[in-house]
Every structure is written in C-alpha cells, then in structure tokens.
C-alpha cells in the first residue's frame, strides 16, 4: 500500500454532478464506493468537504453580504454536505464520525485530534465540517490544517480535471498537464492549485499534494495503490 492515512479534499460543487447546484444523490454513491474500496484496503480516510454546492461566503460578500456572516454560511453549507456523505457512506457499510470546527452537538463531534486519530486507527471515516471555524479561511486550508494535525502522508485533491496544466485544458486544448512539479515552480508559474494559504501551509509542513480527478470511477483506489495518477506537489 502506497499511503496508510489520507485526507481527501472535495469541493461542494464536486456533488453537483449535473444539476446546477445542490446534491446529486447518484453522484454522492457514486463517491461512496470509491471510498469505500479505499478503506477495504486498510487504508486511513478522513475527508474535508467544501459547501460552494450551497453557498461560498465570497461569492456572498461580493453581493453585498457581510463577509463574515457569509464565510459562516459556507460553514453550515459544508456541514450539510458532511451529513449527506456520513450517510451515503454508512449505506455502504463504512462506519464513520463527523466532526465540526463550529459546535453542534446534536448532528457531530468537536473537532479534537486525539479523537480524530482514534477514529481513523479503528478503521472509520472521519469527516472533517465547518471549514477551520474561522472566516477568511478557505476549506482547502482547513484540508491542510487537519491533515498536519493528524499526520497524514498525503493531501488527495479531487477535482473534475486530471492534474495540474499549463492552463485550463477546459478552455485551452493545447494544455499540458505535469506528472511532478514543485512547490516553487507552482509559484512561479502562477498555477492555481489550492489558494495561497494553504499552498504556504501544505509547504511548511512538507504535506505533499496530489491533484486528481475524482470522477474517474477507479482513480482513487489505483492512486492509493501507488499508480501514476494525477499530478504531485512536492518539495
């Protein structure tokens, strides 16, 4: 096994699958099963889940919402989408624990580490809601934090592309995509992988990162399994 404990990075939007917004139930199953056929294979798996599905705070402070009272939305929008995939992933059979940075007692746990760490050691998902618990932070540096808190050897960043490009290769069919880059070069080159904070962050704490697309059925078990998917960030 290439990687004993993951964090899994997945964006709100990711559970649209083809409606406009919200959750796509077919698509929260689909996601399921591939996490499900990680954990079989005794691999650790705690997730971060973004909430641009339902709402993105920035998006609200630029139609003249405050910008705090939004960043706390998005919070709640994670916190809903953490409980859609407990429960599509307790329908397979995967125990879990979901775990908020803003106190709600009755639907999850408070973040605590020690906690978290037990849970993965036990062989449960844990979803990590609520973003850090701070506006002005994004949820991928919330991905970040807590795969530094509880030492995961790798950030799986699933998106709707396969890697890092040039470009976009949604726009520019003459994109190419690196297999490796560097923390530095990725700078240099102005790519947008994750936002500056948590570039810095997963940086800082030699986290390296591995941009994937998620919505290839069989991606996610053959990266674990050490294939050459994706694009990594190293030092």
Known sequence: MHYKRVLLKLSGEALMGERTHGIDPK????????IKQVVEKGVEVA????????????AGASNGLDRVQGDYMGMLATSINGLALQSALESTGIPTRLQS????????????????VRHLEKGRVVIFTGGTGNPFFT????????AAEIN??????GTRVDGIY?????????????????YKEVMDKGLKVMDMTA??????????????????????????????IGTLVEN
């Open 27 to 34: 698509r929260l199953s689909i996601y399921a099963e591939e």
């Open 47 to 58: 997730i971060v889940i973004g909430g641009g599905n339902i709402f993105r705070g920035v």
């Open 101 to 116: 940075a803003i106190k709600m007692e009755q639907v999850a746990e408070p973040f605590i580490k020690r906690r978290a």
């Open 139 to 146: 949820t991928d540096t919330a991905a970040v934090l807590r």
């Open 152 to 157: 995961a050897d790798v950030i799986l960043k």
């Open 166 to 182: 040039t470009a976009d290769p949604e726009k520019f069919k003459d994109a190419i995509k690196f297999n490796n880059i560097s």
């Open 199 to 228: 570039f810095t962050l997963s940086e800082e704490n030699k986290l390296p990162i591995i941009v994937f697309d998620m919505n290839t059925p069989g991606n996610l078990i053959k990266l674990i399994m050490g294939e050459d």
